[in-house]
Structures are given as C-alpha cells and as structure tokens.
C-alpha cells in the first residue's frame, strides 16, 4: 500500500517556512510526500525523506514480527507493532533545527547580514556529526536534508553518531580570509551559546567551501569561549590541520573511502556481470563531476589503481580527453589558474559530459545532478554518489530501469565521517595512534627475524641468511598513524559493502543498493533505541 503511494504519489504537505530568527527549533514529524517519486527537481529533504520510507516499507513489518529477545515477556502483536511504528517514526525528521542571523564587518566597513544554519537530525547517539557548508545556495531545507543522511550514513559504517549538518549561505569566494575569519568566529559562538557544538554534543567538520582553514578557526573559538578549561576540547570539531589536533589522511578520506567503494562492487562478478562490466578497476574509464576536495582525491585513488579519469566537469566548464587526464597535473594547473579550463592534458568541451560514453560516473559537486530531465541519457554503468544526495528519486528508478548500479551516498563518501571518527577518538585519548606501539612493534619485527635466523643455525649448523620480503620490509617499523587511518577505513568500507550486499539479497533488491543501504541504517537506528528500552 505504502509502496504504490510513495510510486503513484500524494498531496504534499505545506513545508514549513524557514526560521529565520535567532532561535531553536524543533519541528513536528512531517509525512513524506510521494509527489517527490516523479518530480523533475523535488525539494531536496523530502528527497531523503522518500529513501528512508523506501526502506520502511520493507523492514517495518518483519521488526514487528521480530522474536522478543531471550528471557523477555512476549508483547501483544498489536503494541508492538505500535512500538515499531513509532520508533521508526522517531528516525524520520529533524531533532533540533537552528537558525541564525548576525552581522559581520566587511573590510570595506560595510556590515552585512548573515544566514546560518545547523541542523541535528538525530540523538540517538551522541555528539551529532555533520559538515559545515559555505555556498550561496545553503538554505533550511538543504541543511536538514543533509543532516538527515548523516544519521544513515554513520550508521551504514558503525560510527556512533547522530547526524548533523550545517551551512553558511555565502559564496566563501567572494569574501577576504579577515571576513571568512569573522564570520567563522562568530558563527561557532552562536553555535557555543546554543549547544550546537561540543566534543560530546555535535561535532563539525568541512564539507563543501570549507577545509582545516575553518576548522582551525573554529577550534580555536571554540577553545577559547565554552571550551575553555575542558581537556577535550579540540574533539569539538574534525577536519583540523594536524598542528590543531587534526589526523593524518583526514584531508583525502572521502576521495579514498569512493575509491575503496567503487573497488568492492567492481570486485563482485555478480554485479558486474548485471551491468556488462569485466570485475576490476584496471582500464575503467570515468568522468568526474566536481573537482573540489572529493572529486580530486577520488579521481587520485582510482587513478593510481588502474583506472582512467577521461572527462572532468566544473562549474565554469568541462574537459576531456580519451587517453586520460593525469590528476596531479591538474590539480597543479588548477592551483596555479584556479580554473581547470585550459589544462594543456585535456580539450575543452560544451559536451553534456555527464551523458557521455565511460564506465563510471562520479558526481562529486552538488546535490540533484543527475534528474529525469538526463538520467534516460546517461550511458555510465556505474553511478558512483561522491556528492550528497547527487540522484533524485525519479532519477533513481530510470537508473534502475537502465541496470545502471547506483553506488549510493550514504555508503560510497562515508570515508571523510569514518575518518573524523578516528580524528575524534584521537583527541579524547590526547595520543596520536602508533604513538605507544611504533618502537616496540619495530624491536619485535627485528626481534623475529632474528629468532628465525637463529633456529635456522641450530637446525641447519650454518647461517642461512633470512631476508625480509619487501611486503614485509615496508611493514617492518611498525604502523604509523596513516597507516593505522587506510586500513580502518578499508576495513570500514569492506565490511559495510558487505553487508549492504547481504542485504540487498535478503530482501531481493536486485541492484537497488540504496534501498539495502538504507536498510541496513534503519535496523541498526531501531536496535539503538530498542536498546535504549526506548520499546514495549
Ligand atoms: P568542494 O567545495 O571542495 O568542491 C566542490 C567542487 O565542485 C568545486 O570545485 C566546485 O567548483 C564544483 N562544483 C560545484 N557545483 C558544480 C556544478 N554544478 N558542476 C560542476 N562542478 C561544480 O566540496 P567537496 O568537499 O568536494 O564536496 C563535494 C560533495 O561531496 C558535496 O556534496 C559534499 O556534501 C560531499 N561530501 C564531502 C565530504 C568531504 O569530506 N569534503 C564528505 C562527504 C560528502
């Protein structure tokens, strides 16, 4: 029934008007509109809102018919399925929505008013984890949305957080850093004053326009108003240069957590043969949307592991060439121009790139990209969500329709949320990892060659040389702190694309990965509160 709503759509309800007053907000639980399954450009929060109904639809009724658990009193089938509902009801909107309004002095001496936003979709774990956005676009709705898919992205790769999103509505270019730096400050004091930051209730980090530059500002604010005195203080936020507490691989995790995504389906000949694609990276030709934080670091790890970047596509215009564009060049070209139009690697083209002919597709801009306006068009086998929220819901389903593999969000850029976790975990324990292990583990590597070298004499009555291999050799001193990041983030990825698969098949979703990722979150989101006896 909930299925054929959500298809052939429904009134929606009147959205609730932006808040724009310096105060806190808790909004009521709003019911998803269907309409948003056909829209050509759907509000973006009611977007996310479809996905996890998506996914209800299909758990709500086996969590009710779930077994009470060993040594507890069987719940009248009816309550329970009250308790159920009303949890997963619980899971859907927005807990706290703050809204700010402040002046900043321009250079000029101007004063311009500024719009902000911090959204906390869910407690159920706590501190709340989420970006902060700075472009001209940031509005109520997009920080909602977002902090929405927080929550089911940290629950996707087991990290113990709420979700959380925030945005400064200004485009960060048109600003000096003395009034990126005002703004910054000031915004994390309302934040402060309002319990929207804090190493144990929400924790910021960068997302789009945004990088260590603000963080190490906010830090900073931080530390030096509500902080002050609390040892834990620099866990308030992650994403920070390493000389303020930030971690080694932070800068390209989410570029490498895509790489490490993409990897684990491509090694999947299940999935590969559906969509037409020989298992593996090697020879795979992509085209990249967005060459910012994620898209430069995604198109470095694919690149660097077989595959060929063929087309980029920005803001100001797109490039492309066949036999591939090397990366590193054009991030250098980019720095030096602050444009990639004009790479001596590549041709400019006014190509759709988005609908040419590659392997995969890698949004890594902004959010409704790919829409039923283009996705009839797109020739990509594989749609690899680097970006928040890039597919919309009618989009989705042409996708589908197309045996086109949707990589979605929630899982393939869970790679920057899992390595703030590190960050996080890192600044509560005030040690750096590999910090207390590192000479030791080194001594006993030598220690062990040494004891084999030594049973070989014994047993052979001369010296018989032992050479370490060079797998080893590399290995041999021990794990520094970036090593201890990329194979918890492996570890991270490969885990959760497991499940995501199991799931998918469990529940027969063919290569709806998103509904199984989903799905994955919903459950765990349900065990936290049923946990929490938060049940019959
Ligand atoms: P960024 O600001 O570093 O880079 C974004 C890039 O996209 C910029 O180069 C910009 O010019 C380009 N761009 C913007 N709109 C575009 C358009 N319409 N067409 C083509 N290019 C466009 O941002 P980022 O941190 O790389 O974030 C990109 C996406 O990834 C966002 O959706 C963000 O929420 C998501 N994300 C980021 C992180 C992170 O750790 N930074 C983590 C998870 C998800």
């Known amino acids: 029934m909930l299925r054929k709503l959500l298809e052939n759509g429904c009134r929606a309800p009147a959205l609730p008007t932006a808040v724009r007053s310096n105060v806190l907000r808790i909004f ?45 009193r069987p719940t009248p089938p009816e309550q329970k399925r009250q308790a159920v509902k009303g949890i997963l009801d619980i899971v859907k909107p927005c807990n706290a929505v703050l809204a700010v309004n402040f002046p900043v002095r321009k250079d000029n001496g101007a004063i311009e008013v500024i719009h902000a936003y911090r959204a906390q979709h869910s407690h159920h774990r706590v501190p709340c984890k989420g970006g902060i956005r700075y472009s001209a676009d940031v509005n109520i709705d997009e920080v909602q949305a977002l902090a929405t898919l927080m929550t089911f992205k940290c629950a996707v790769v087991d990290v113990p957080f709420g979700g959380a999103k925030g945005g400064i509505a200004i485009n960060p270019h048109h600003y000096s850093d003395g009034e990126l730096e005002r703004i910054t400050r000031r915004f994390t004091v309302e934040l402060a004053k309002k319990g929207f930051i804090g190493p144990g209730l929400d924790v910021p980090a960068p997302d789009m326009g945004t990088g260590e530059k603000e963080m190490s500002w906010m830090v900073d604010t931080y530390d030096m108003t509500l902080g002050h005195g609390n040892i834990n203080a620099y866990a308030c936020v992650t994403g920070k240069p390493i000389s303020r507490g930030g971690i080694h691989g932070r800068i390209s995790a989410t570029g490498r957590g895509v790489y490490h995504g993409i990897e684990n389906f491509l090694r999947s000949e299940s999935y590969c043969k559906i969509i037409g694609l020989s298992p593996g990276l090697k020879d795979k030709t992509f085209i990249v949307q967005g060459f910012g934080n994620v898209g430069l670091h995604s198109c470095r790890y694919l690149n660097r592991f077989g595959a060929k970047c063929i087309g ?58 790919i829409t039923s306006k283009n996705a009839h068009n797109i020739k990509a086998k594989i749609i690899a969500e680097g970006a928040n929220g890039p597919t919309t819901p009618a989009a989705d389903k042409i996708l589908k329709n197309k045996n086109i593999l949707v990589i979605p969000d929630l899982y393939l850029n869970a790679g920057g949320v899992t390595v703030s976790y590190f960050e996080w975990l890192k600044n509560l324990n005030h040690v750096s990892y590999g910090r207390l292990t590192w000479k030791y583990e080194k001594e006993s590597n030598s220690h062990l060659l040494g004891s084999v070298a030594e049973s070989l004499k014994q047993g052979f009555g001369k010296d018989i040389p032992v050479q370490p291999t060079e797998a080893f050799k590399e290995r041999i001193a021990g ?29 027969d979703l063919g290569l709806d990965l998103r509904t199984a990722a989903y799905i994955v979150s919903v459950e765990k989101i349900y065990g936290t509160y049923v946990a929490a006896g938060l049940t019959f």
């Open 28 to 72: 009521p639980t709003r019911n998803v509109t269907s309409d948003v399954a056909q829209q050509e450009d759907p509000n973006f929060h009611e977007m996310t809102e479809f996905f996890i109904e998506n996914a209800r639809y299909y758990v709500e009724e086996r969590l009710a018919n779930r077994a009470d658990g060993p040594g507890k």
């Open 312 to 369: 980029v596509i920005e803001r100001d215009g797109s490039i492309f060439n066949q036999n591939g564009i090397d990366p590193k060049n054009l991030e250098d070209y980019k720095l030096q121009h602050g444009t990639i139009l004009g790479f001596p690697g590549a041709q400019m083209t006014t190509e759709d790139l988005l609908e040419a002919e590659c392997d995969i597709l890698l949004p890594a801009a902004g959010e409704k990209q």
């Open 479 to 507: 794990a520094s702190e970036k090593d201890i990041v990329h194979s918890g983030l492996e570890y991270t990825m490969e885990r959760s694309a497991r499940r995501i698969m199991s799931v998918a098949k469990e529940y």
